[in-house]
């Protein structure tokens, strides 16, 4: 047997160095949070739920009925049903079945129209009893747009293309409370 061998066995080297690992751990601050009140910060490019989107000022959609999302979704994920003809086509029914969703971002990656009309936002978390609770339809996927905490714009590509500031200057302005209201009633 070797000294180095003999003295690493002796003075329980490997059990030390185990120790002083645990030991600076012990020291460091926690990371868990508090998980329903605190939330991690997402990164910039995260995938999250996918939203529909709509023009702030007339509510009106911005999906045009193309059919390139239901096409590029590599699990059949997207099903549209469109009416109207040319230019006056849109999506009649938009549904997203989250059971089958891998949230690969093809589909927003097809989206012609700009600003883009299916998005993917920060939103990750859901429930449902039922798999029919998971096929989101077309209201509910402006909610989880509409709806996103903190809105600066479709984050993983307003960013990114210098669309965020276009769509914070087509978001309506919050109306003033009334002078009505700060009067007592009489």
């Known amino acids: 047997m070797q000294l180095s061998t003999a003295i690493r066995r002796f003075f329980l080297y490997d059990i030390v160095r185990g120790l002083t690992i645990t030991l600076r751990h012990l020291v460091k601050k926690p990371v868990t949070l508090q998980y329903p009140d605190e939330r991690w910060e997402m990164a910039e490019r995260f995938r999250g739920?996918?939203?529909?989107?709509?023009?702030?000022?007339?509510?009106?959609?911005?999906?045009?009925?193309?059919?390139?999302?239901?096409?590029?979704?590599?699990?059949?994920c997207i099903t549209i049903s469109t009416a109207g003809k040319g230019r006056e086509m849109y999506a009649?029914?938009?549904?997203?079945?989250?059971?089958?969703?891998?949230?690969?971002?093809?589909c927003v990656?097809?989206?012609?129209?700009?600003?883009?009309?299916?998005?993917?936002?920060n939103q990750y978390e859901t429930t449902g009893y039922?798999?029919?609770?998971?096929v989101f339809e077309k209201e509910r996927l402006y909610d989880i747009w509409e709806k996103e905490s903190n809105f600066n714009g479709p984050r993983p590509?307003?960013?990114?293309?210098g669309l965020r500031n276009m769509e914070n200057?087509?978001?309506?302005?919050e109306p003033e409370p009334e002078a009505e209201a700060a009067a007592p009633a009489e």
């Open 130 to 134: 039922f798999r029919d609770d998971l």
């Open 92 to 106: 009649r029914e938009f549904y997203i079945d989250y059971m089958r969703c891998m949230y690969c971002g093809l």
């Open 49 to 76: 739920f996918l939203g529909l989107t709509r023009d702030f000022q007339t509510g009106e959609e911005n999906c045009i009925g193309c059919l390139n999302c239901e096409k590029a979704c590599p699990v059949d």
């Open 169 to 173: 200057e087509r978001r309506p302005v």
């Open 157 to 161: 590509w307003g960013k990114l293309f």
């Open 109 to 121: 990656e097809s989206c012609p129209t700009t600003p883009k009309s299916i998005v993917h936002t």
